[in-house]
């Protein structure tokens, strides 16, 4: 391990300063002075590149967020930086275990947010169509299927589906923008 000298923990806390005081060129240097470290532990952490790179857009926007809080006397900015790094990566982790995506799961989300079939023709109608739509939403990643029924079916915003989710809004909306176009694209290729 490198020893940080103080004069690059002192360049590291101007780069936090910058942070906090919002100069977009100290902010994209700060990025990539850390994205390396940052990226590195959340792919360890979570095994997984895509969630990994969820993880390290969140961490920055953390970082932003706690900038002006940050004391070097307590330590360096890439410990404090890394410390983010690892609590948002396990909640990430934890927040995917939580969220089974088996047919049963997707079924009932796409019957919850779908039920008022009064009668019998109606209800059969309304199993073929929720059989459908979940043999559909299996041709999409889950965590977008997910995203897809929460927001469509389940009238949840972007927002809602992040918290929801435990992700960031970018992340949900790119989910269920990415979920609704493939579930464009199967039905394209069913209907020819």
């Excluded at 100290?26 to 590149?49: E, H, K, M, N, Y």
């Excluded at 009064?118 to 990643?141: F, G, K, M, N, Y």
């Excluded at 972007?158 to 970018?170: D, H, K, T, Y």
């Amino acid at each position: 391990m490198v020893p940080v000298s103080r004069a690059d923990r002192a360049d590291d806390a101007a780069l936090l300063a910058g942070l906090a005081l919002d100069d977009p060129a100290v902010s994209a240097a700060f990025v990539r002075r850390f994205q390396g470290a940052v990226f590195g532990l959340a792919v360890g952490i979570t095994r997984d590149p895509a969630l990994a790179e969820d993880v390290a857009q969140e961490v920055f926007v953390r970082a932003w967020r706690a900038a002006g809080g940050y004391d070097v006397r307590r330590a360096s900015v890439l410990t404090w930086l890394l410390t983010i790094t690892r609590n948002a990566a396990i909640d990430a982790v934890r927040a995917r275990r939580s969220t089974p995506t088996d047919d049963d799961l997707l079924g009932q989300l796409v019957q919850d947010a779908t039920a008022t079939a009064p009668d019998l023709q109606e209800s059969a109608v309304h199993r073929l169509e929720t059989e459908q739509a979940v043999r559909r939403l299996h041709a999409v990643a889950p965590e977008q299927a997910r995203a897809v029924v929460l927001a469509v079916l389940g009238g949840c915003t972007a927002a809602e589906v992040g918290q929801r989710e435990g992700i960031p809004l970018g992340t949900a909306k790119t989910r269920i923008r990415t979920g609704l176009r493939r579930l464009r694209a199967v039905m394209e290729e069913e209907h020819g």
